[in-house]
């Protein structure tokens, strides 16, 4: 059974996507709050996701390990991802 923080997410990405009408764009960092989004959005969203824009701040070497993180987690999950800096 899903925390209820983890149940509250995933509604609010429901809620996205069913106003969208389509798979969102998740646009991720690699920091702790858009890596716990991207989980809860691919276990479960059921209009799924679209791709994963992975954007590095560039603000240092924890910003790049960051963001390559999160990328490789995106493609790990099977989602197409999108890479951008600053």
Known sequence: ???PSERLLADALQCAADHAGAPLLLAISGGLDSMTM???AA???RVGVAA???F?????????RASSLAAHTAARL???VI????
Do not use: F, Q
């Open 56 to 64: 590095d701040h560039r603000t240092g070497e924890s910003s790049r």
């Open 38 to 40: 991207l989980h809860v």
């Open 78 to 80: 099977g989602l197409p």
């Open 1 to 3: 059974m899903p925390h």
């Open 83 to 86: 890479r951008g800096a600053m």
């Open 43 to 45: 276990a479960h969203l």
């Open 52 to 54: 994963v824009a992975v």
